[in-house]
C-alpha cells in the first residue's frame, strides 16, 4: 500500500523549511502549496492513474510530488534548486516511484527524458510552475516533444486567463493563438493567494491542456504563422498591414500584406487582435510564396 502525503498543510510546511533551515527563493519564483483541495483537483483534472509517467516541473519541498507519487504509476521531478534536493530525498522517503532530476527543464531534453525513463511512451506534465517562466515551459512542453500528451499546471490566473482567450479580448494574444494550435486549454479551479506559503500577490488558476492529435487549422507554413502572429501583437493596438510590414522578420511591402489581408475576405484596417487561429492560417497561407 502506498504511503499517504502529508505535506499539504501550513504547519507541516512550517516544520520542513524550518528543519532544513530554508526559506522560499524569489528568483526561483518559490510559493508553496498548503491546499489539499486544489491539490486533490490538479491531480483529478491530470486524470492519473497506476499506467502513467509524470514529468513534474519544479517539486520545490515535494508537496505536489507526494499526490502524484501516490496517485501515478512514476514520477520524475525536475528541480532547478540544489539546495532543495535534501529536502526532497526527506519529504519523499517512503515513495519508491519518484526520480529527482536537478536541472534546468528549459534546457532538458524531453524526448531522451521520455525515452529514458519511460520508454518513449506518453508522459503527463504535472507542476506549480514558477510564474517567472510560465510561457517558456509552456511553449517547451507543447511544441518540443510529442511525448507529451497532457499539461495541467497551476499558473497566474492571468496567464491562464489568456490561454483561454476569444477574439477581440483584452487577454487574447500570442500566446492564446499559440496554446490553442497545439492543446485545448480548460481553467479547472482559481486558486486564492491563502492556499500558499508565502502568499503570491496575485490569483493563481489550475489549467489543463489536452494535447491535440491534429492541429485545428491547416496551414502551409507553420513557420510563417507562428511569425505572423508575432508580428501582429507587437504592435497589439495597429492596424494588422503595419505589423506586417514593419515586423523585423517579413519583407512585405504594404500593397503585398493589404493585397493578402483583404483576399482573406478582411477588412484592410482590422488588428490582428480580431482574427481567429483559422483566419490566421488563411492570411498566412495567402502571404506564403511571398517575400517573409
Known sequence: MKK??????????????????????????????????V????????????????????????????????????????????????????????????????????????????????????????ANLPYYITTPVIMKLLTESSAVDSVTVMVQKEVADRMQAEPGTKTYGALTLSVQYYAEPEIVRIVRPSSFMPQPGVDSAVIHLKRRRV??????????????????????RKKLTNGITNFEGFRFSKQEAEEAVVSCGLDAGVRGEKLSLAEFAALADALDGGRA
Open 39 to 126: 491539490l486533490e483537483d490538479t491531480i483529478r483534472a491530470a486524470d492519473l492513474s497506476e499506467d502513467d509517467f509524470v514529468l513534474e516541473v519544479g517539486p520545490g519541498i515535494g508537496t505536489l510530488t507526494q499526490y502524484l507519487c501516490f496517485a501515478a504509476g512514476k514520477v520524475c521531478a525536475v528541480e532547478i534548486d540544489r539546495s532543495l534536493l535534501p529536502v526532497l530525498e526527506d519529504t519523499l522517503q517512503g515513495w519508491n516511484n519518484v526520480t529527482v532530476r536537478n536541472e534546468d527543464i528549459l534546457k532538458t531534453d524531453l524526448a531522451a527524458l521520455a525515452e529514458s525513463e519511460n520508454g518513449g511512451r506518453p508522459v503527463k506534465v504535472v
Open 215 to 236: 492541429p485545428p487549422v491547416s496551414v502551409k507554413n507553420e513557420k510563417l504563422l507562428f511569425a505572423l502572429i508575432r508580428a501582429s501583437f507587437n504592435q497589439r
Open 4 to 37: 499517504q502525503p502529508y505535506l499539504a498543510s501550513p504547519a507541516q510546511t512550517a516544520a520542513v523549511l524550518r528543519h532544513h533551515h530554508i526559506s522560499a527563493r524569489k528568483k526561483f519564483g518559490q510559493n508553496f502549496l498548503i491546499d489539499p483541495g
